[in-house]
T-cell receptor, first 112, second 116 residues
Framework: QKEVEQDPGPLSVPEGAIVSLNCTYS??????FMWYRQYSRKGPELLMY????GNKEDGRFTAQVDKSSKYISLFIRDSQPSDSATYLC????????????FGGGTRLMVKP | GAGVSQTPSNKVTEKGKYVELRCDPI?????LYWYRQSLGQGPEFLIY??????ADDSGLPNDRFFAVRPEGSVSTLKIQRTERGDSAVYLC???WGQGIGTGELFFGEGSRLTVL
């Protein structure tokens, strides 16, 4: 079993919908949680970064971390066709870029 | 450009050949990372440089893989005796410091390696 599990999708939604993307993990030592967006044939780009449990909001994006359930979520409000991409969760036990463990990614398609 | 630059963007080679992949990080970034992303998977860590030295090479799969960063800027990932299983996108990232909280990792677009 992988340390970080993520439904690969694809997830198809109409424009304007609220999107919920999720990851589960098994390593209770993880404290740093990130969401990356990756367009086709591009590198991942950081969307959200959260330390420990709680919520963080940035524009249309909200990240939630529930360490007790080992479950993290990314919500996208008023989804746009330009949000169509693969969303990768990533996490780390320490504050080190060389120790990131990524999920496999969820492919999202927002249809106009 | 201002971003992380990787060359070549695509490389097709035959099994057993030697391959070099180059990464030019964002100017001033001291930390440089190589990750590998197989089809349908998330990136997996290979090696991390702080300055010129490899601070962590625990992700390199075997001794066919080697990376250098001689002047603390450009890095080259070298793969000897390539195998079909080496086919993947090799991603390079850089950051100001090691810590995630000190600055995000900026990824390049990757070098797509296909071993026939």
């Amino acid at each position: 079993q992988k340390e970080v599990e993520q439904d690969p999708g694809p997830l198809s939604v109409p424009e304007g919908a609220i999107v919920s993307l999720n990851c589960t993990y098994s390593n209770s030592a993880f404290q740093y949680f990130m969401w990356y967006r990756q367009y086709s044939r591009k590198g991942p780009e950081l969307l959200m970064y959260t330390y420990s449990s709680g919520n963080k909001e940035d524009g249309r994006f909200t990240a939630q971390v529930d360490k007790s359930s080992k479950y993290i979520s990314l919500f996208i409000r008023d989804s746009q066709p330009s949000d169509s991409a693969t969303y990768l969760c990533a996490m780390s036990a320490n504050n080190a870029g060389n120790m990131l463990t990524f999920g496999g990614g969820t492919r999202l398609m927002v249809k106009p | 450009g201002a971003g992380v630059s990787q060359t070549p963007s695509n490389k097709v080679t035959e099994k057993g050949k030697y391959v070099e992949l180059r990464c030019d990080p964002i100017s001033g970034h001291t930390a440089l990372y190589w990750y590998r992303q197989s089809l349908g998977q998330g990136p997996e860590f290979l090696i991390y440089f702080q300055g010129t030295g490899a601070a962590d090479d625990s992700g390199l799969p075997n001794d066919r893989f080697f990376a250098v960063r001689p002047e603390g800027s450009v890095s080259t990932l070298k793969i000897q005796r390539t195998e079909r299983g080496d086919s993947a996108v090799y991603l390079c990232a850089s950051s100001w410091g090691q810590g995630i909280g000190t600055g995000e990792l900026f990824f390049g677009e990757g070098s797509r390696l296909t071993v026939l």
